[in-house]
């Protein structure tokens, strides 16, 4: 444990969060559904990820919903879930992230998967911050929908204090009180972006569909947070997004993925900036 005082942290003293340089090589792109539904939908992700040159496949198995409520077409597969995504990986070749959302599931997650992700809900949870830590996996740590950017990088520091320094930050919009409808519940902080990285090293993400919830405006979004500086993209696609299981109004088609890729591609080569 570091023996550091508060006022310290407040005038943003460096701590293991602005350590040298970014440790990401190249551009993450993720993609995939918001949820694991089926192998037969899995497979069908992993093919269009595969020939589209994208190498890392989302999807949640453990879902944490704003409402208790479920119903058939809303479900979350749990165990069953995180094994289909470890036969898609193995079959496809893919690296698989997903949403660790019990410590008691840190086993299976151990097998699974390839970067733990760490949802809004959880990020100040910090006992699940420290167990998916001693993973020594990539973390994803998306922020808050709420969070200030000290308590984000508060968050990111249980994870680096444990020993692993494999944290992506990803930036998934904030609430704001206006946003209340089901096509703007919250409200994309690309300004973020560069703000974070005046202080930090770490590399930052940025996902357009839950900062959205709006699947019109995901590409032009996710266009804008890579000219900030984004590190890379967290995006939800599924075969027939109007009728996925969860998250209906967000995900894009698997050609529309590819094309968002391909668009992102050439941003970051036309060198812009
Ligand atoms: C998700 O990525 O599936 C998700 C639930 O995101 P968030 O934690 O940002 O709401
Ligand atoms: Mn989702």
């Known amino acids: ?22 440790w990401l090589e190249e551009l993450l792109f993720i993609a995939g559904p918001c949820t694991v539904e089926s192998e037969s939908q899995l497979s069908l992700v992993a093919e269009e990820l595969n020939a589209s040159g994208i190498t890392h496949l989302r999807a949640g198995a453990f879902k944490p919903l704003t409402f208790p409520y479920r119903n058939k077409n809303m479900y979350e597969l749990r165990e069953k879930g995180l094994e289909l995504l470890a036969e898609v990986r193995s079959k496809h070749g893919l690296k698989v992230v997903s949403e660790l959302t019990e410590n008691k599931m840190i086993d299976l997650y151990k097998d699974c998967v390839d970067i733990i992700q760490i949802g809004s809900r959880n990020m100040y949870n910090y006992e699940l911050l420290i167990t998916a830590a001693k993973t020594g996996k990539p973390i994803l740590l998306k922020r808050h929908f709420g969070a200030s950017l000290r308590d984000w990088l508060g968050a ?76 890379g993209i967290i995006l939800e696609t599924h075969p027939d997004p109007e009728n996925a299981a969860v998250d209906r109004l967000n995900g894009v088609t698997l050609p529309e993925c590819s094309r968002i890729h391909a668009n992102v591609k050439r941003l970051l080569e036309a060198d812009l900036l």
Do not use: W
């Open 156 to 231: 990111a520091e249980y994870i680096l204090e444990s020993g692993n320094d494999k944290v992506i930050l990803c930036e998934r919009g904030i609430a704001v009180p206006h946003t209340h409808s089901s096509t703007s519940r919250f409200v994309a902080d690309i300004q973020v972006i560069p703000a974070a990285k005046e202080i930090t090293n770490l590399p930052i993400i940025f996902d357009p569909s839950h900062a959205t919830f709006n699947r019109d405006i995901v590409a032009p979004m996710t266009y804008a947070a890579i000219m900030a500086g984004a590190d």
């Open 1 to 22: 444990m570091k023996d550091i005082t508060e006022p310290d942290i407040i005038n943003n003293i460096p701590l293991c969060c602005s350590q040298p340089k970014n």
